[in-house]
């Protein structure tokens, strides 16, 4: 049964009639045309709809629209503040960490989650941290590249030019 459902999303507050156990990610992509949010395997297992939920990741697919009541749900629609691009963003760009695109916003939102964890992250507990998330395109190494680029531009360390 509709509901009318309340959250702030991207910065802004949102207020949208839905079911309540709806998932989140035909919410944001059908009844907000926010399409960054992609749609995958559908059970939670590759990452690709990744979201992050009060700041931290969640998987869209598998979570209710009415749980997100009363939170801050950022898509990578708004990652970006003030029309720049946030580091990973920009680490992706540099590293071409983008290949076909399909799983970059669920890799870049993750990373996010695993950089705000832990901002001194080595290259192995990058790994760990992204290892549920899948690229089917195989760019996982510029994908770790960038996340690196990202961690070092974050903490105020100059970043070597990608390769």
């Known amino acids: ?13 949102v207020s949208v ?5 709806r998932k989140l990610l035909w ?15 559908g059970k939670g297992l590759c990452g690709t709809c990744t979201v992050l ?12 629209a009415g749980s997100v ?9 708004g990652f970006e503040k003030d029309g720049e691009l946030h580091p990973l963003q920009k680490a992706f760009i540099d590293h071409d960490a983008l ?18 964890r832990n901002p001194a992250a080595t ?3 990058i790994v760990q941290g992204m290892e549920r998330n899948l690229c089917r395109c195989g760019a996982h190494p510029r994908i770790l590249d960038a996340i690196e680029q990202a961690r070092d ?11």
């Open 69 to 77: 009541r009363g939170k801050e749900v950022t898509t990578i629609e």
């Open 123 to 125: 290259r192995e507990q």
């Open 27 to 41: 919410v944001l992509r059908t009844d907000l045309a926010l399409t960054g949010t992609k749609y995958s395997c």
């Open 53 to 64: 939920v009060d700041n931290v990741p969640q998987r869209s697919c598998m979570l209710r």
């Open 153 to 163: 531009t974050l903490a105020g360390k100059p970043t070597a030019p990608a390769r």
């Open 17 to 21: 009639e839905v079911d309540g156990d």
């Open 1 to 13: 049964m509709p509901e009318k459902l309340s959250f702030t999303l991207n910065g802004q507050p």
């Open 99 to 116: 290949q076909c695109g399909f799983c970059t916003p669920g890799m870049i939102l993750t990373a996010h989650g695993v950089l705000r």
